[in-house]
């Protein structure tokens, strides 16, 4: 059974850091394009970061280019987000998700994306 489990959120000052992981099960990363989504309370859920299949390209939110950074792991089948200088503003659920398809691109429209996580709560106190 395809699953993905998003773990690594918490509290943090602002400033801090964290690492969020995504874990995926029942298949193989390594051709599929995943992305990170967080949405907070009121707000849409928006796109925060993407990594292409085979991780040849990657694409950031301009509110976090130069904060945070996606990698895949294929060997452990895993794709992390690095948060460093986390803000008061990127407190929300963060959710990873995978293209079913191989060998895309990916991007930040949630319809692209055809499997999802439940979700990890980041929370940065000013």
């Known amino acids: 059974q395809l699953q993905l489990v998003e773990s690594g959120g918490g509290l943090v000052q602002s400033g801090g850091s964290l690492r969020l992981t995504c874990s995926a099960s029942?298949?193989?990363?390594?051709?599929?394009?995943i992305g990170w989504f967080r949405q907070a309370p009121g707000k849409e859920r928006e796109g925060v970061a993407c990594?292409?299949?085979?991780?040849?390209?990657?694409t950031y939110v301009d509110s976090v280019r130069g904060r945070f950074a996606i990698s895949k792991h294929n060997t452990a089948n895993v794709v992390y987000l690095q948060m460093d200088n986390l803000k008061p503003e990127d407190s929300a659920v963060y959710s990873c998700?995978?293209?079913?398809?191989?060998?895309?691109?990916?991007?930040?429209?949630?319809?692209?994306?055809?499997?999802w996580g439940r979700g990890t709560q980041v929370t940065v106190s000013s």
């Open positions: 998700a995978v293209v079913r398809a191989v060998f895309t691109t990916c991007g930040f429209t949630p319809a692209q994306y055809d499997y």
């Open positions: 029942g298949f193989a990363l390594t051709y599929h394009s």
């Open positions: 990594i292409s299949s085979q991780g040849a390209s990657s």
